[in-house]
């Protein structure tokens, strides 16, 4: 079973950064075809896709929206995801949550998630 927990989330000026984690459990990634990815959901909307990153390969994926300001990336050695955002709007303000998969699926779809961490961006 794959644990995956959050952290790094606060709150932030626009413009400013935060650096969001993602450590993950149960299983070994580095050797593996999972997929792990960051999705977002601000109060009153659906949850979006944000970023995904191909744990062998390194192959990532970014939604248009952050394409350009968030780079997502993972560290095999502790098993963790990273998610760094710059430039930071209040349109980014959201649960953050990352997910995990055994593979690329259509619309993003994942097995496994996190609680989240919530990203504050004040204006």
């Known amino acids: 079973q794959v644990q995956l927990v959050e952290s790094g989330g606060g709150l932030v000026q626009a413009g400013g950064s935060l650096r969001l984690s993602c450590a993950a459990s149960?299983?070994?990634?580095?050797?593996?075809?999972?997929?792990m990815g960051w999705f977002r959901q601000a109060p009153g909307k659906e949850r979006e896709f944000v970023a995904a990153?191909?744990?062998?390969?390194?192959?990532?994926y970014y939604a248009d929206s952050v394409k350009g300001r968030f780079t997502i990336s993972r560290d095999n050695a502790k098993n963790t995801m990273y998610l760094q955002m710059n430039s930071l709007k209040p349109e980014d303000t959201a649960m953050y949550h990352c997910?995990?998969?055994?593979?690329?699926?259509?619309?993003?779809?994942?097995?496994?998630w996190g609680k989240g961490t919530l990203v504050t961006v004040s204006s």
């Open positions: 990153i191909k744990w062998s390969g390194g192959t990532t």
């Open positions: 997910a995990a998969d055994p593979g690329i699926r259509p619309g993003w779809t994942m097995d496994y």
């Open positions: 149960g299983r070994t990634f580095s050797t593996s075809s999972y997929v």
